[in-house]
């Protein structure tokens, strides 16, 4: 599970100022197709070592450090010289500052990180009404290409979403691997079920932490792994038109969310205090 969730360009904001980018942004932009993520600092490991452990675990992920966050012994400057310094074309990193008071200070902030450093994602200025921000960064999301490969974002699922699948033989139930906006993937044994490739399959039920939906879906991909068939179903509303009704999509994209968030910030967590207890161990004097 740890691999598939590392899968995927995520990108992720270090220190953020709630005020300014606040948390509700996250989910409306897995709506558009973002994966986001905030990391904040606190005293069970330093943020630098934090970032750390998200560029060499997370390789396609992109970092953007919040500077005008305030952290006692923390200089943003230095450390993000060193993680360009020591990643190289390898880190995608970017800086989000608040606004300055002068054309002439933000020129000059820019030149020392985008010229100087070589950062590759830019430099985000926010205003100061929090309104304006969501556009502003989302244009950088998009010039930075932080959706990825994936038309959308898959989310794994573990044990906490299922399915009923009605064929002309009989019902179908069981656990959902995976499950995105516009699809989802289910394993079966050979000859478990008859859909053929690009059928229509209705009234398909998803239990996704405990919110249901009822949806039509077609067979997309059908293909062999280790433990049966993997089929891939595409959502399809009544019309035929690929992805779901309304309905379904404000329902099903909280539950996304938390799925996503629950994964990656367990995943973080276990990763933090591994590298705290080796830090524990060399002795290090922060610790």
Known sequence: MVEEILIGRKTFFIAPDFSLIPESYLEEYLELGYECYFVCNDKTLPVEYKVDVILSVFKDSIVFFCIDTVIHGVNWEKIIFRMQKKYGDKARLGVIYNKRKTDAERHALERRFLFDMGLQCGCIQLEYQKRNNFALIEKVLFANQARGRRMSVRAICDGDCNYTITTKHGRITGKVNDISMTHFSITLQENECDTKLYEKVCEIVLGVKGTFIRT??????????????????????????????????ANLLPKLYSILHENCDNLLKKLFETTRRKLIEENKEEF
């Open 216 to 249: 039509d879906a077609v067979l997309y991909m059908s293909r062999p792994v280790k433990d049966g068939i993997l089929n891939i179903f595409m959502f399809v509303d009544k019309m035929g038109h690929q992805g779901l009704d309304s309905r379904n999509q």
